[in-house]
């Protein structure tokens, strides 16, 4: 196994609050960082773009790449819950169209009037 020493550096992170970003004169905090980049990481299979797994415990990281099954059922499950979210939002429209549709008043015309003009 090969080795790079890296540093753990900071990012800033500015607070916001009501949708409005405070900067300059804002709350700002300084979190942890670790950043890699390099061509080492492609030949490790690290593609841009490629999905990857993070598990963490104290003091360690473990980084890869997600397996073709691990990504399929990632993109299942993901579709699924987009699936069970359209539902969610169909029901939501169907029970206030049937609110509206409960909430119409029916007009009718007494069935002797049809009756009258069918015979003309």
């Known amino acids: 196994m090969k080795t790079k020493n890296i540093k753990v550096l900071y990012s800033s992170r500015y607070s916001q609050s009501s949708g409005i970003l405070h900067t300059g004169s804002g709350s ?28 963490y415990e104290e003091g360690s990281i473990h980084i890869r790449t997600l397996t073709a ?17 359209r539902i969610a939002e169909l029901e939501k429209i169907k029970r206030r169209a049937e609110k509206e ?10 069935s002797g009037r049809y009756a009258a003009s069918e015979q003309q």
């Open 28 to 55: 700002c905090s300084t979190v942890p960082k670790i950043q890699m980049e390099g061509r080492w990481l492609e030949a490790l299979g690290f593609t841009i773009g490629a999905p990857l797994l993070v598990e």
């Open 69 to 85: 099954e691990e990504l399929a059922a990632k993109e299942q499950r993901e579709a699924q819950e987009e699936l069970s979210r």
């Open 101 to 110: 549709a409960a909430s119409l008043s029916m007009v009718a015309e007494p």
